[in-house]
């Protein structure tokens, strides 16, 4: 068949096998440019949440930089012979072929993270395949979520607290700038997102797997968290998803003092395209500013540069991590420079829907959401007949 982008909101139904193969190979490619890990890197991960942005890179990076062996989970749309997957799904397959050909070992679990099923069968494919892990990686991102004891089922928000909110945001669609207002979340809607998007799920990972001694002595974890500028404050860090990441700081600092877990922590990334990001309204309009910005400055990074900074700079260090006064690993730290956010505040201000390609990187926020699915990538001829089909290592 022939795959073009189809586009519904800030969701895109289609992903381009050949494309996103061509993206993973990038992401190696730059990650093959820089100096390996270091001696202490990890040999074993596990990446819960490993089919896209952050979890994906978290991947490619212990892989390619330190020649680790993975297991990925993921929740993900296979292919069939008249419909794509969904782009995680090609991401997978095209990890995979890399890393098998580098020898390395990948395999990957297709189902619901939430689940005790899950955790049960994660945990016997670590003691017949790898015997123990020595990181885990927590970056699940999803709008809902079965709790695992009681079967209850809850969904999360992207609402305020306390009162209503207007501030710009973007059409995505459109490129129109417009003022946007979102009612405040009553008190179980914050609950739910808590459920949802916070740290609970960790800390129900991290026991059962420290329980079924698979986990290194000197196993780390860590989970990822998004902080921002103020004036995204209240649709995020003081809104719902600020309550939910406040929750995963109050899990992260159990975890820590877990027996057998070296350390735990949070990171603090920057904001990037994803299919999460894209979903929160203010946000899109933000990240189109400051990447014009940081690109101007050279300062701008994605996912796997991030993450790459992440293991070689801070987790993995010879000087370990440098963290805040509230034990959080900060690699936002040149997104949050005094000088980038000043120059963000002063535009925020200027922008609207007649100056917005030229006072903002709109174009390159575009081409980064379609990149995410596979399209727009140099190389790939997108009139060509593909085959949807690629196969995942999910194992017996």
Known sequence: MIIKPKIRGFICTTAHPD??????????????????????????????????????SSRLVPAFAGGADTLGIFFEKPPTERKTASAGWYNTA?????????GLYASS?????????????????????????DMVVYSLASPRRQDPQTGDVYRSVLKPIGESYTNKTVNT???????????????????????????????????ALSNAGVLTDDCRTVAYSYIGPELTWPIYWDGTIGQAKTNLEECCARIDSMDGIKSAHVSVNKAVVTQASSAIPVVPLYIALLFKIMKEAGTHEDCTEQIYRLFADQLYSENGPQTDDKNRIRIDDWEMREEIQAAVAKVWDQVNTENLSSISDFAGYQKGFLKLFGFGIDGVDYDAEVDPMRDVNLGS
């Open 109 to 133: 679990m297709n189902g619901d993270a939430f689940s005790n099923e899950l955790k049960e069968q994660a945990i016997q494919r670590i003691k017949d395949d790898l015997g123990q892990v």
């Open 19 to 56: 494309g996103c193969e061509a993206n993973i190979r990038e992401q190696i490619a730059y990650i093959k440019s820089q100096p390996a890990l270091s001696d202490k890197a990890p040999k074993k991960v596990l990446i819960i949440g490993s089919s896209t942005g952050y979890g994906l």
């Open 173 to 207: 669609d459109k490129a129109e700038v417009y003022d946007i207002t979102i009612d405040p979340a009553s008190e179980d809607e914050i609950e739910q997102t808590i459920k949802v998007m916070g740290g609970e799920d960790w800390e129900l990972w991290m026991k």
């Open 94 to 102: 095209a990890f995979e072929k890399a890393a098998r050909e580098e």
